[in-house]
């Protein structure tokens, strides 16, 4: 049973620490301004070093916090897509079975979409979902960099993904109103407090 009260939590959670890593991140950036201002950098490579562990420290952050995200929509794909996945194991051997927690997305996706008889695409806020999605792929697999075979043009030069604050809060949002709707889509009975 998913519990929006519990969603709740979780999402707040992931907003707390961007928000506390975004005050340090802003506070180190104030001094290093004020460092400037005062003639403390030489030059302005200087100045982009003493700014450097801020950025990293922001990025990371970034990346984290989409990844949180990005798990708890897989988790909820995968409880939603449990009772299917198991009708659909029955009399398969035990030895070639697999647990719904293997399946890749494509695989959550057309399962549930065939059981539950919806496209998963027409969902408020699956777009959002979705290319938060490929930014968190991106970064795992290639530093960031959009794949090339699905995302570019081969003539393209590769381009990378921007990690942006506002970005966070806007993917935040979307999570939520995604899964509500999951969950209204699928008939999973939720709490909403």
Same mark, same amino acid.
């Given at each position: 049973?998913?519990?929006?009260?519990?969603?709740?939590?979780?999402?707040?959670?992931?907003?707390?620490?961007?928000? +506390?890593?975004?005050?340090?991140?802003?506070?180190?950036?104030?001094?290093?301004?004020?460092?400037?201002? =005062?003639?403390?950098?030489?030059?302005?490579?200087?100045?982009?070093?003493?700014?450097?562990?801020?950025?990293?420290?922001?990025?990371?952050?970034? +990346?984290?916090?989409?990844?949180?995200?990005?798990?708890?929509?897989?988790?909820?794909?995968? #409880? #939603?897509?449990?009772?299917?996945?198991?009708?659909?194991?029955?009399?398969?051997?035990?030895?070639?079975? +697999?647990?719904?927690?293997?399946?890749?997305?494509?695989?959550?996706?057309?399962?549930?979409?065939?059981?539950?008889?919806?496209?998963? =695409?027409?969902?408020?806020?699956?777009?959002?979902?979705?290319?938060?999605?490929?930014?968190?792929?991106?970064?795992?697999?290639?530093?960031?960099?959009?794949?090339?075979? +699905?995302?570019?043009?081969?003539?393209?030069?590769?381009?990378?993904?921007?990690?942006?604050?506002?970005?966070?809060?806007?993917?935040?949002?979307?999570?939520?109103?995604?899964?509500?709707? #999951?969950?209204?889509?699928?008939? /999973?009975?939720?709490?909403? /407090?």
């Amino acid at each position: 049973m998913a519990n929006l009260l519990v969603l709740s939590y979780e999402l707040e959670a992931i907003q707390s620490f961007i928000s +506390r890593v975004f005050t340090s991140v802003d506070h180190e950036y104030s001094g290093i301004v004020r460092e400037s201002e =005062a003639g403390a950098f030489a030059d302005e490579d200087d100045e982009a070093n003493a700014s450097f562990l801020a950025m990293q420290s922001e990025e990371i952050a970034i +990346r984290s916090a989409l990844g949180e995200l990005n798990a708890l929509v897989e988790w909820e794909l995968q #409880i #939603i897509a449990s009772k299917p996945y198991l009708e659909q194991q029955e009399g398969r051997p035990s030895k070639r079975r +697999r647990s719904v927690h293997d399946l890749k997305w494509p695989e959550l996706h057309h399962l549930i979409e065939d059981y539950y008889q919806f496209k998963i =695409a027409d969902l408020p806020a699956y777009q959002d979902v979705e290319e938060m999605r490929k930014i968190v792929n991106a970064y795992k697999h290639r530093k960031g960099f959009k794949d090339p075979r +699905r995302e570019l043009d081969w003539t393209q030069f590769l381009e990378r993904y921007e990690l942006e604050r506002e970005n966070v809060f806007r993917y935040i949002q979307a999570v939520k109103e995604f899964l509500k709707a #999951i969950w209204s889509a699928t008939n /999973v009975l939720y709490l909403d /407090v």
